[in-house]
């Protein structure tokens, strides 16, 4: 997630309630992060996934305004964020036919917020296509260590989707040290669209998020929290995502 982007939509979407934003990156300990954020006795808490289900109530239980609303998630054609990044990811590998589909983690990060439930998505996704369970590797950001993961997998076509696209950027060096052929031998998708997709060549097909429409429905959520308006309906995640073609799939 390109979080200087996200910030900056807030802050913009938030001018008419009058709210500064406050920037609060959380701990390991999540419910450090909920004492820190209580202490700041905030109007409302624009959470990005970072908070367990049972912290977000402990905000709520104290009055704070918690968005998006832990009963109404941000929704893309139904499914939830991570299900559905997971979901396009695999629907674009499949445009190269059968192949191991692999999901590419950010190694040593523990304290990533996203990588399990991104690593879930994959498994549901392949499972609702009827194909092999995803396997998995852990992918440092150098090409000595990246290659090395690429090489457990031996000739076998896979199609890898990454945890975003510095990760992406990773195989797709190591793809060209090992002299694998990219994307018929492997295909690659990354997460963000971001400046390093755009630049890589060749240019990383990538899913991109448009922060302005968590944006909106945050707010509209928040408004309907305080009393000022009806909650808005899950439409209007639907278009949250798009998979941005380049030539690695």
């Known amino acids: 997630m390109r979080l200087q982007e996200t910030i900056e939509t807030l802050t913009r979407s938030l001018t008419g309630p009058d709210a500064n934003v406050v920037l609060r990156i959380a701990d390991e300990d999540a419910g450090s992060t909920v004492s820190a954020l209580l202490k700041l006795q905030p109007l409302a808490v624009v959470e990005l996934g970072a908070l367990p289900t049972k912290h977000k109530a402990l905000l709520q239980s104290h009055g704070v305004a918690v968005v998006p609303d832990i009963e109404h998630p941000v929704r893309y054609h139904g499914m939830t964020i991570d299900v559905a990044i997971g979901d396009l990811q695999v629907q674009e590998l499949g445009g190269r036919g059968d192949r191991q ?11 990533d917020a996203y990588g399990a439930g991104r690593w879930t998505a994959l498994e549901g996704a392949c499972s609702r296509r009827g194909l092999a369970a995803p396997l998995r590797m ?16 031996g000739r076998v076509p896979l199609g890898i989707a990454a945890y975003n696209d510095e990760v992406a950027a990773a195989v797709l060096s190591a793809c060209t040290r090992l002299g694998k052929s990219v994307p018929e031998d492997i295909s690659v998708i990354g997460v963000d669209n971001s400046q390093i997709a755009r630049l890589w060549v060749p240019r990383i097909t990538s899913v991109e998020a448009d922060m302005s429409v968590f944006a909106n429905v945050a707010l509209g959520q928040l ?3 305080l009393g000022g308006s009806e909650m808005p309906g899950p439409e209007m995640g639907n278009g949250m995502l798009r998979v941005v073609p380049g030539l690695t799939t």
């Open 138 to 153: 852990d992918v440092p950001l150098d090409v000595d260590g990246a290659a090395e993961q690429i090489k457990k997998f």
């Open 101 to 111: 589909i692999v999901y590419a983690a950010l190694h040593g990060d523990k304290n």
């Open 223 to 225: 408004r309907a929290q």
